[in-house]
Each structure stands twice: as C-alpha cells, then as structure tokens.
C-alpha cells in the first residue's frame, strides 16, 4: 500500500489561509469517508485535528476544515497563525486489513 | 486525565533485544484498540500494527514482516513493542496511540513517544 500524496511545503502569512492537499487512489481516499488529519509540532507526538473527512474533535478551532472531492482530500487552515506551522500528515482508512495509510506529511510555514 | 505514558528513550545495538512500553490511564483499556506507529529520522508516520485488548483481535502492516512483536497485559493497563534482534534501519520514534473500535476510526490519543536508537 502505497502513502498518500502530499506536498511537501506549503506556506503563508499570518491571517492568510492555506490548503494542504492528500492525494490517494480508489481504494482508500475515494472509497472511504474515513480521512484523518493530525498535527506535528517539531519534537512533539501527533495531535489529532479532523477524522471522518470533515469533523473537529473536541478543542480544534474552526480554522482548520477538512473536505474530500474524488481521490484527494484537502485541509485548509484559515486565519493563519504562528503556532500552525509544524507538519501535517493525512491518513485513509483502506479497510479492515489496511486501518491506516498514511500521507507524505507536509510542513507548513508562516511567513 | 486520558493519556498514553511511554517508557523512555533506548539505546541498543544491533542484534541486541528490546521491549518498550506504553501505559494507558484515565479510560478503560479494554474499550480501545492500541497500536504503535514508526517515525524514522526526518520521515513520515507508518503503522505497525494494532491489537484489542477486549476481543484479542488484531491487525498487522504487512510492510513489517514480523519483525516486531505486539503484546499488551490488560491488568497493568499496557502494551508492548518488542523486537528479538534490533537492526540499525529500527533507529526512529515509536509512538503508540489510540483508536476506537468503530470502522474507520483515527488514533484520537497518542503517547509522547519512544526513541529508539541502533548502533554500535
């Protein structure tokens, strides 16, 4: 099973917004509404930001969404802020056998 | 509080064996799957594998070949990532995590990780 597709960097100023996108196939990505994303500050354990494509845990500000159109899945943070800027992994449910599949990470930077 | 404490960082050399820990507090252990997650030097997140602790199922990436063990003794609230002979390539950060036991379900609860290192 192969990692989904993100980009590498993506980067913007602070107030800005940015869209991190999460590439995948029709067995994962396009046949599941099961898209996670998590969040990774340097030296720190991943946090949990958005499962279910679209849903916030309890704590996640509304500036982080998530969506799904096809094969790719997108995060946007809007109303960026200093303390987004870390790495950004998705992940796909691929079924029983195959919970996880995880992104390439991509690390966000504010200008 | 609801969290995930790991045993500290290790360092080993090759051939020799390990066996790491995390402990699971303030939710019901056998409720949830746990599973452990690899994140070599700069690199991104893999899963190694999962187990749950009420029903014993469990689930393994192919992409590690039984190279590591999963046990868990629910009556310490913890599991385990053991290997029998470490190599080099097993230098990362091991991390365990939480999942509910619904389809589809994240790791919603994660460990501050292990550190693990292989050299001579």
Same mark, same amino acid.
């Given at each position: 099973?192969?990692?989904? /597709?993100?980009?590498? @960097? $993506?980067?913007?100023?602070?107030?800005?917004? $940015?869209? $991190?996108?999460?590439?995948? /196939?029709?067995?994962?990505? %396009?046949?599941?509404?099961?898209?996670?994303?998590?969040?990774?500050?340097?030296?720190?354990?991943?946090?949990?930001? *958005?499962?279910? $494509?679209?849903?916030?845990?309890?704590? *996640?500000?509304?500036?982080?969404?998530?969506?799904?159109? %096809?094969?790719?899945?997108?995060? #946007? *943070?809007? %109303?960026?802020? /200093?303390?987004? #800027?870390?790495?950004?992994?998705?992940? @796909?449910?691929?079924?029983?056998?195959?919970?996880?599949?995880? %992104?390439?990470?991509?690390?966000?930077?504010?200008? | 509080?609801?969290? !995930?404490t =790991?045993?500290?960082?290790?360092?080993?050399?090759?051939?020799?064996?390990?066996?790491?820990s995390c402990q699971a507090s303030?939710?019901?252990?056998?409720?949830?799957? &746990?599973?452990?997650?690899?994140?070599?030097?700069?690199?991104? !997140?893999?899963?190694?594998? &999962?187990?749950?602790?009420?029903?014993?199922?469990?689930?393994?990436?192919? +992409?590690?070949?039984?190279?590591?063990?999963?046990?868990?003794?629910?009556?310490i609230n913890t599991?385990?990532? =053991?290997?029998? +002979? !470490?190599?080099? +390539?097993?230098?990362? &950060?091991?991390?365990?995590?939480?999942?509910?036991?619904?389809?589809?379900?994240?790791?919603?609860?994660?460990? =501050?990780?292990? !550190?693990?290192?292989? +050299?001579?």
């Amino acid at each position: 099973q192969s990692a989904l /597709t993100q980009p590498r @960097s $993506v980067s913007g100023s602070p107030g800005q917004s $940015v869209t $991190v996108s999460c590439t995948g /196939t029709s067995a994962d990505v %396009g046949r599941y509404n099961f898209v996670s994303w998590y969040q990774q500050h340097p030296g720190k354990a991943p946090k949990l930001l *958005i499962h279910d $494509v679209s849903q916030r845990p309890s704590g *996640i500000p509304d500036r982080f969404s998530g969506s799904k159109s %096809g094969n790719t899945a997108s995060l #946007e *943070i809007s %109303g960026l802020q /200093t303390d987004d #800027e870390a790495d950004y992994f998705c992940c @796909s449910y691929a079924g029983t056998y195959n919970p996880f599949v995880f %992104g390439t990470g991509t690390e966000v930077t504010v200008l | 509080e609801v969290r !995930l404490t =790991q045993s500290g960082a290790e360092l080993k050399e090759p051939g020799e064996s390990l066996k790491i820990s995390c402990q699971a507090s303030g939710y019901r252990f056998t409720d949830y799957w &746990i599973g452990w997650v690899r994140q070599m030097p700069g690199k991104g !997140l893999e899963w190694m594998a &999962i187990v749950h602790p009420g029903h014993f199922n469990r689930r393994d990436n192919p +992409s590690f070949g039984g190279h590591v063990t999963l046990d868990f003794d629910a009556s310490i609230n913890t599991a385990f990532l =053991q290997w029998r +002979s !470490l190599q080099a +390539s097993d230098t990362a &950060i091991y991390y365990c995590a939480r999942r509910r036991d619904v389809t589809g379900s994240p790791f919603d609860l994660w460990g =501050q990780g292990t !550190l693990v290192t292989v +050299s001579s």
